[in-house]
């Protein structure tokens, strides 16, 4: 088995990050690679057969990136169904499949899931929302209120807030009318 | 047993530590359709969790699948 895995820094050390969050590389589990390829199997096995057991067509593929597991159905029609309004039964079984995996694994899993390319589409035009905002923003210098979003659309919208200059994004609100405001920077 | 049946018994079974023990029914009656749901006493948590989280989900994507008024119980006693 491989070794602990050691993390370089370059010549800027991060002072502020002192928060107690652990960093992504340190996370990586033993045998990481290993256990996402099973973390896969075992997904594709619980949804293949909720595919089968409803009559839908569907194809799944495994993948890992960006160090988790990703599991993609694509199909008919009927996979709307797993999708719902703005992707909501897309997270909820995307939550019943990690908490199959961890039944198997004792693990917590990260895992994601998308139906349909449902993420995939969703994740262009929130970036080209977040983008075409954060320039309104940038020109005007008003802050603009976003509408609610999941924390997968927040994150996508702030990200694409970040690649553009003289603005800041944050969220406001509760659950499930969490949103995404984009402000002028101080 | 129904598809609905079929396919949450399925999901259910996937998420606690004793499947065999999961037994789901389809109820009709004129209020609309549920689907009861039966688990070991100790996989009561697993099924509801954190905050109701969990069961919440198993109603997300049943909904999903059967339609808008398909309830989801689940039952908190042995039988």
């Known amino acids: ?186 | 047993m129904s598809v609905l049946a079929d396919a949450l018994e399925h999901l259910v079974r996937g998420i606690v530590a004793n499947p065999d023990d999961v037994r789901v029914q389809l109820i009709t009656t004129r209020r609309g359709r549920t689907l009861e749901v039966h688990v070991h006493p100790d996989d009561l948590g697993k099924v509801i969790g954190r905050g109701g989280r969990t069961a919440t989900a198993l109603r997300t994507v049943m909904a999903g699948i059967g339609g808008r008024g398909l309830r989801v119980d689940v039952v908190d006693t042995d039988r």
């Open chain 1, 1 to 186: 088995m491989s070794e602990a895995v050691q993390v370089t820094t370059g010549g800027d050390v991060d002072t502020e990050g002192a928060d107690g969050t652990p960093n992504g590389a340190s996370a990586t589990p033993e045998g990481g690679e290993d256990l996402l390829v099973r973390e896969g199997d075992i997904a594709g096995d619980y949804l293949e057969r909720l595919l089968d057991l409803l009559d839908f067509d569907g194809d799944i593929d495994l993948d890992v990136d960006g160090g988790r597991a990703v599991v993609s159905i694509d199909g008919g029609d009927d996979l709307s169904k797993l999708v719902g309004t703005r992707g909501a039964t897309l997270e909820a079984l995307q939550e019943l499949t990690r908490l199959a995996v961890q039944q198997s694994t004792g693990a917590r899993s990260r895992l994601m899931l998308d139906v349909a390319g449902w993420r995939a589409d969703r994740r262009a035009e929130l970036s080209d929302l977040g983008r075409t905002t954060a320039e309104q923003v940038s020109q005007t210098g008003d802050p603009v209120r976003l509408n609610p979003m999941t924390p997968f659309e927040r994150k996508v919208v702030h990200d694409a807030v970040a690649g553009v200059e003289g603005v800041r994004s944050e969220s406001e609100g509760e659950e499930p009318n969490r949103r995404v405001v984009v402000l002028p920077a101080e």
